[in-house]
């Protein structure tokens, strides 16, 4: 089983909402990620999870705050977004420690839209 | 930190032609390269990757070479078909302390045309 869950798979949300993102994966992945992706643009990376604990933050605004409760669930909680956060949030997983890179298996994404 | 350049932005072949992407990366401690493709509306799917040890990968009509002394890897699709339309990343990964991050090329658009 390859599967990586997200849902919702569609959300539309004011710019005063608070609402979640939430992702699964039941593969034993230990790294989790998410990813947001502009229409026409690459995936750009947001943060990592490893083992449960946030690795990487590439400087994204504190309006979207991650959680990680356990080694299969990611969560992207949103608040207070803006109509240019609208895009396609990806999450990932992978396997870590090989020593030649691990294979990022995506979910189908979750499409936001902030109105 | 990496940088990953694709080449070209958008590419039409005709049906049963061959197809060449390229992208070159900045960080030569990356050591896993991985292709994606997307189509419309859909999530990136893995469709063939490469590892630093190794030079060149088939998987039937796709295929993905590597130059590390260049920094640079091509994938090459053979007898086209429309359903090969579709835009095509590469990546390259490099390993943090705990976690390998994965960055994306800027994409090509593939279109075949019947």
């Known amino acids: 089983d390859t599967e990586v869950t997200q849902t919702p798979k569609h959300l539309v949300m004011g710019m005063t909402n608070k609402k979640s993102l939430k992702c699964e994966q039941h593969?034993?992945?230990?790294?989790m990620y998410w990813y947001k992706q502009k229409a026409k643009k690459p995936p750009e990376l947001m943060f990592v999870y490893s083992y449960e604990k946030l690795s990487i933050n590439e400087s994204v605004p504190s309006r979207f705050s991650p959680e990680c409760p356990n080694s299969s669930l990611l969560n992207l909680h949103l608040h207070a977004l803006q109509p240019e956060d609208s895009a396609l949030y990806l999450c990932a997983s992978s396997h870590l420690g090989t020593t030649r890179g691990n294979t990022i298996y995506f979910g189908e994404g979750s499409w936001l839209t902030v109105v | 930190g990496e940088n990953v350049e694709q080449h070209p932005s958008t590419l039409s072949v005709q049906e049963g032609d061959s197809a060449v992407i390229k992208c070159t990366y900045s960080?030569?401690?990356?050591?896993?390269f991985p292709w994606y493709k997307q189509e419309l509306g859909k999530r990136p799917q893995l469709i063939i990757d490469i590892r630093s040890n190794v030079g060149e990968k088939k998987d039937q009509r796709i295929a993905v070479t590597l130059n590390k002394t260049a920094k640079h890897f091509s994938l090459h699709i053979t007898e086209t078909q429309p359903e090969d339309s579709a835009v095509y990343f590469c990546a390259a990964t490099s390993r943090g302390r705990n976690t390998d991050k994965l960055i994306f090329g800027t994409g090509t658009r593939l279109q075949v045309f019947p």
């Open positions: 593969m034993g992945h230990r790294a």
């Open positions: 960080d030569s401690a990356s050591n896993y």
